[in-house]
T-cell receptor
């Protein structure tokens, strides 16, 4: 079953912050985050492996709450280059990576 | 270093025709995957391979077959194309260290397939 991402879409002005959430109904062992620009391939951002782990990538960070079966991606001081669709991919006991339906982020000047 | 290369990039087929999509990676990755991406559906796993000569079904395997005869190549076949298979197909690969859920996946640029 696909993880649920929220919001489905968000529009920001440059410099604003955003949070994208990813929730699963199944136990999670890992969460991947990818960004895809229109017409391009998804690009890896980060993997979270442990409960409560936080990782960072430039001004993008993420948390993983294993107990709540959810992860959140934090984008601070957004830049135009952050625009795209963000996907979470969740890894469960079967080791299959299941992707969410995506969150469209548009950053405007 | 090309990474993951998919051919062809675009293709139009008629219903009932067959074709093969080729994925090649030059990173010596053990694991390879085929996904399809449809509007509002995200990426869905079709088939995957954890090593040369091995393949397994993903979420949406019906209507597709795969082969991994060489470590660097992963082929996706459509035996009798249907309009429902119109989609963008992505190939990805990852290292084989530990559980494959723990390794980043590297994607090709995709194949845009239309079936009339």
């Amino acid at each position: 079953q696909q993880p649920v991402q929220s919001p489905q879409a968000v529009i920001l002005r440059e410099g604003e912050d955003a949070v994208i959430n990813c929730s699963s109904s199944k136990a999670l062992y890992s969460v991947h985050w990818y960004r895809q620009k229109h017409g391009e391939a998804p690009v890896f951002l980060m993997i979270l492996l442990k409960g409560g782990e936080q990782k960072g990538h430039e001004k993008i960070s993420a948390s993983f709450n294993e107990k709540k079966q959810q992860s959140s991606l934090y984008l601070t001081a957004s830049q135009l280059s952050y625009s795209g669709t963000y996907f979470c991919g969740t890894g469960g006991a079967t080791n299959k990576l299941i992707f969410g339906t995506g969150t469209l982020l548009a950053v405007q000047p | 270093n090309a990474g993951v290369t998919q051919t062809p990039k675009f293709r139009v087929l008629k219903t009932g025709q067959s074709m093969t999509l080729l994925c090649a990676q030059d990173m010596n990755h053990e694991y390879m995957y085929w996904y399809r991406q449809d509007p509002g559906m995200g990426l869905r796993l079709i088939h995957y391979s954890v090593g040369e000569g091995t393949t397994a079904k993903g979420e949406v395997p019906d209507g597709y077959n795969v082969s991994r005869l060489k470590k660097q190549n992963f082929l996706l076949g459509l035996e009798s194309a249907a309009p429902s298979q119109t989609s963008v197909y992505f190939c990805a690969s990852s290292r084989g260290v530990g559980d494959w859920g723990n390794q980043p996946q590297h994607f090709g640029d995709g194949t845009r397939l239309s079936i009339l």
